[in-house]
């Protein structure tokens, strides 16, 4: 028998998750448990639904004092939010990926033989979901009992944590090459899964709310990049032609078939709260890593998930100084483990196609840090929750969040190298 659920800091086990987790329990082969709920993150670590900590407590296997923690990723239970983002989308995508998507990615590595070792396993798992209620909620693996944890993300990651970011996605990206070539009915089907949650006519961009949330975050760049360039200057002009017609740009580089034939499953939201790290003994050196909420996940080119992640987790100084070196760990991890999964990467996705691909999709790091940017470089107390989304009190927000000197250097850095390396 389960004990009552302890709930803690206002935490709550809504509706049938209090069942859904004491399943996970048995199949863990708990007895006797005890249950402990708590937040499982802080104010502007998490943007979109709620996140729970739960522990398990009891006897497992016939040993007393054993236990377990898991994270319970909850959508909210205000049908005004959730209509706000279109939520239940965002949701309905990423249980897609944990429940079908990465099932086959495990499938394919199995197949091939892969060594345990060398597989793939960046993604924590998926224990249960609950679809009662109308909603959607995720309980997954936690994996800070392991010694993963967040970065911060105000100060930007540096090279090392960057150069196994683009090692980690270069072997996610390897998956959808080796299936196109092996399997290709199979990644069909797991595309047509994959939801573009952000760009295209049904996408949040195009909500009255996407719309009026991007023209704040547009004419708030618009104007504080005037305290770093010159309105007349190279680099105003083409920041201001980039987002004139910033929903047809963004859909073009969003989408899976403008990438075609080199289009791959993404995890679409690669920034550094989304990613833990885990650090070597006694140093901050990055060992390992964790990749978190695949809601945004899509199927384009693979350097959406690039050009997101460098242009809005780094400052201008880490891609200035290694941005090469980091290319060349992305790719060279792609062309290693598509290998081991049985293709060739000279002829899947060669050298000169990826540069293409650079030179091509690389402004979608421009369109991300439009969306994203003021989120990103917030201090705690100045970020915005989900329960500011669709309420004209964002404006306020949005606007003390984009005049911080982070947001300043940052953005100035991104549309520089934008210009500067001919992107946009």
Request: glycine residues 6%; charged residues 30%.
């Amino acid at each position: 028998m389960a004990a009552p659920v302890e709930e803690h800091s206002g935490a709550q086990l809504r509706g049938n998750l209090r069942a859904v987790v004491e399943g996970v329990a048995r199949r863990e082969r708990f007895t006797d448990i005890e249950v402990e709920v708590g937040r499982a993150s802080s104010k502007g670590d998490n943007y979109i639904g709620e996140l729970l900590r739960v522990r398990l407590k009891g006897r497992r296997d016939g040993e007393e004092g054993q236990g377990m923690s898991l994270v319970v990723k909850l959508i909210p239970d205000s049908e005004a939010k959730r209509e706000a983002l279109d939520m239940d989308s965002f949701f309905d995508n990423e249980l897609f990926v944990y429940s079908e998507v990465m099932p086959a990615f495990q499938s394919l590595q199995e197949d091939r033989r892969v060594p345990e070792a060398e597989r793939f396993g960046a993604v924590p798992k998926l224990l249960a979901c609950d679809r009662s209620e109308g909603g959607v909620s995720l309980v997954l693996e936690d994996m800070s009992p392991r010694g993963y944890r967040m970065a911060d993300r105000l100060k930007g990651l540096d090279s090392a944590h960057c150069s196994l970011v683009m090692k980690e996605l270069g072997r996610f990206h390897a998956f959808s090459f080796a299936l196109r070539d092996q399997r290709p009915e199979e990644l069909q089907r797991l595309r047509s899964g994959v939801t573009e949650t952000l760009f295209g006519p049904r996408a949040h961009f195009s909500s009255e709310q996407g719309k009026a949330s991007l023209k704040q975050n547009i004419d708030q760049a618009s104007s504080t990049m005037l305290k770093r360039f010159p309105l007349e200057s190279e680099y105003m002009e083409r920041f201001r032609r980039f987002c004139s017609d910033f929903n047809k740009r963004g859909e073009a580089v969003a989408s899976g078939e403008a990438a075609e034939p080199c289009a791959v499953i993404c995890h679409g939201d690669c920034w550094t709260n989304n990613i833990l790290f885990k650090y070597s003994e006694g140093d901050e050196t990055p060992e390992a890593l964790c990749l978190l909420d695949l809601q945004l996940s899509r199927y384009s080119s693979p350097v959406t998930d690039i050009a997101y992640f460098l242009y809005c987790c780094t400052e201008g100084t880490v891609r200035r100084e290694a941005y090469k070196s980091l290319l060349s760990d992305y790719y060279n991890s792609f062309s290693q483990f598509l290998r081991k999964l049985g293709s060739d990467p000279e002829k899947m996705f060669p050298y000169s196609a990826f540069k293409e691909h650079l030179s091509k999709f690389s402004q979608f790091g421009l369109a991300m840090a439009l969306v994203a940017m003021p989120l990103f470089t917030a201090a705690s107390e100045d970020t915005l929750g989900v329960e500011h989304f669709g309420k004209e009190t964002a404006d306020e927000a949005f606007s003390k969040v984009a005049c911080n000197e982070r947001y300043l250097r940052r953005m100035g850095d991104v549309i520089e190298d934008m210009v500067d390396w001919n992107l946009i």
